[in-house]
C-alpha cells in the first residue's frame, strides 16, 4: 500500500467494498461524515480517492462524473489487511 492517510484511506476502501455501486469522492466524504465520529476531511478523501485510483485500488466507472468502484486488487487488500473492526466498517 502506498504511503498515505490511513484515516481516509481505509474507511475509504471499506466503504467502496461494502457499497458495491460507485460512489464520487464527494458521496464517499458525505457517507463517511455520517458513519464516523471522528471521519477525515473532504480534502483527505479526495486524496485518498487519488492515490487509490493511482495504485490500481480502484477505478473510475464513468468519464463524464468521478464515480469510484474498488478493483479486485482492492478487494484483496481489504479482505486481507483492514481488520473488520477497522473505522468505516459499516454493520
Known sequence: MPEF?????DPTLRLLYQSGV????SGIAANLQHRM???????AVLNA???LSEGRYIRSI??????YIITD?????VETEI???A?????
Open 73 to 77: 486488487h482492492g478487494r484483496d487488500y
Open 5 to 9: 492517510d490511513a484515516d481516509a484511506v
Open 83 to 85: 481488520d473488520d473492526e
Open 37 to 43: 465520529n471522528d471521519p477525515p476531511s473532504r480534502t
Open 22 to 25: 460507485g460512489i464520487s469522492p
Open 87 to 91: 473505522m468505516g466498517f459499516v454493520d
Open 49 to 51: 480517492v487519488r492515490e
Open 62 to 67: 464513468s468519464d463524464v462524473e468521478s464515480c
